[in-house]
């Protein structure tokens, strides 16, 4: 009972962790804004209007996927080791610079439809990339963390235990990414063909 308390103690952790460095890039990104040009607002209508059109959905569907699971893996394979701590927080904090910068670029295009555009466009893929990088990302931190603890004190982990957690995680990982992966493909295509009709 007493581990069972401490494991959950420590993934809310990573995720207090994660939720911080998020926020912190997407502050970030909204404040960089100001010392860089953003790029022509016309290339963010252009694409809009044109990605119903250009895209196969099986295409969208197959690259999602497969860059999805790349990153989920790339990201669990970091938490093997007792760099991946700061490899893994450059990459939460990156993610909200660019989502930063996404909702600048929406409202200094659009001007108020940009928030509407933000809500129906922006916020669902955030959202649906958001879980599967919270589930791979918070065991990654905390089995990174537990790693450099059992250097630093000199004790054995749980190999068994670890890589049970790691795999449920992955596995969990793996369909989260499937499902958004087809939730981009199809939704997330007919809300930014929704927002393009406004």
Request: include cysteine; charge should be positive.
């Amino acid at each position: 009972m007493k581990k069972e308390r401490k494991y959950l103690s420590s993934y809310q952790n990573s995720l207090t962790f994660i939720y911080i460095l998020i926020l912190c890039g997407i502050i970030c990104g909204v404040f960089l804004t100001q010392w860089f040009h953003l790029f022509e607002g016309t290339s963010l209508d252009a694409m809009l209007l044109t990605v119903n059109q250009s895209v196969d959905q099986y295409t969208y569907f197959t690259t999602q996927f497969i860059v999805g699971i790349l990153f989920v893996v790339f990201i669990f394979f970091l938490g093997s080791s007792v760099l991946g701590i700061p490899a893994i927080a450059f990459f939460l904090f990156t993610r909200g610079v660019q989502i930063g910068f996404s909702c600048v670029l929406f409202v200094s295009t659009y001007q108020l439809k940009g928030f509407i555009g933000i809500v129906l466009t922006l916020l669902p893929q955030v959202a649906f990339d958001i879980i599967s990088l919270l589930i791979i990302a918070s065991f990654a931190i905390d089995c990174s963390t537990n790693l450099l603890y059992s250097v630093i004190n000199g004790q054995k982990i749980n190999l068994k235990s670890t890589l049970n957690q790691g795999l449920s995680h992955l596995l969990l990982a793996f369909i989260v990414v499937l499902v958004t992966a087809y939730l981009k493909a199809t939704v997330i295509l007919w809300l930014i063909q929704l927002f393009n009709l406004i």
